[in-house]
């Protein structure tokens, strides 16, 4: 088994008081290995950023503040910004903010197309609008495309790294391929009372169910409880399902394939069925996506 497929996915609490230096290392060391060029860190407080050689993207986790992007001390851009906001920094360009703000910061290899804005509001965007799919498909999800692969999804296309803030009430379990497809993260921003995320590293084995035993059945499956201001990596071939009202900017590196969302839960059902499990011994798993295979 390859170290892609061993991968499981890493959790740094962001959000609480002091951060969290060591989840936030391990799970730098792991993103990182599996993506080479791109890095990503938690920057607390944020109230100014160098310009530097490679371009940036800047999630806002907390905070409030006016911020002006310059080249050289000529300002080239400027506006408010708040959670949920998406600041992009190209090489050469620097950030002031008015007030700090918690951010999450990822370093993307190669140049930003010209035409992708320096600052991407979705809520404050007319251009971006609820677009019901993927972890979101009921009729008024709250689901807004910040950067996408396909013009056709969106406004801002980028290949390098693509991003949608949504709100998973009921999401499919699903994994991306360990060849070909993209790692996710989650910046978690809000999660609702009985917000929660199943994963799982047992793909292989789901997949391949026919001879499973019944005592292997409990330990398929792990249930996550997050918090806001956590950051999650999810790597590519981990299984994962958000139920429950968690709020996030779901960030994919590189930028999300059409194709690559390989559904499972035709395979947790038939778990189910075939060991009778029920209850709370049941593997969880989205009913709509379960009549059979599922590629989006």
Not at 18 to 40: C, I, K, Q
Not at 112 to 134: C, M, N, S, V, W
Not at 264 to 283: C, F
Request: charged letters at 25%; a negative charge.
């Amino acid at each position: 088994m390859s170290t892609r497929e061993q991968a499981t996915i890493q959790t740094a609490h962001l959000g609480r008081a002091g951060g969290d230096p060591e989840g936030m290392r391990a799970l730098t060391a792991a993103f990182e290995a599996g993506n080479p060029g791109y890095s990503v860190e938690s920057a607390a407080t944020l109230q100014s950023l160098e310009a530097g050689a490679s371009a940036k993207a800047a999630f806002i986790t907390s905070g409030a503040a006016g911020a002006r992007v310059s080249v050289s001390g000529e300002e080239v851009a400027r506006s408010s910004v708040t959670v949920g906001d998406l600041l992009w920094l190209r090489s050469g360009e620097e950030l002031t903010l008015d007030a700090p703000c918690d951010a999450v910061l990822f370093t993307v290899p190669g140049e930003l197309p010209a035409e992708l804005p320096t600052f991407i509001r979705p809520d404050h965007d007319p251009k971006i609008t609820d677009t019901p799919g993927g972890c979101a498909e009921e009729e008024r999800a709250y689901r807004r495309i910040l950067v996408t692969w396909l013009a056709d999804n969106g406004p801002y296309t980028f290949e390098g790294l693509n991003a949608h803030r949504v709100r998973m009430w009921n999401s499919f379990s699903h994994y991306h391929p360990p060849e070909g497809g993209f790692d996710e993260l989650y910046v978690v921003q809000e999660v609702e009372e009985g917000g929660r995320i199943h994963t799982s590293v047992a793909r292989e084995r789901i997949e391949a169910h026919e001879e499973l035993e019944l005592e292997e059945a409990g330990e398929l499956v792990q249930t996550l409880t997050p918090e806001a201001g956590d950051l999650m990596y999810i790597p590519r071939g981990v299984i994962h399902r958000a139920v429950g009202g968690v709020l996030a900017q779901v960030v994919t590196v590189p930028g999300f394939k059409p194709g690559f969302e390989i559904g499972v839960d035709h395979h947790l059902r038939a778990i189910n069925e075939r060991l009778g499990l029920e209850g709370e011994a049941a593997l969880p798993y989205q009913q709509d996506a379960s009549a059979g295979p599922l590629i989006k």
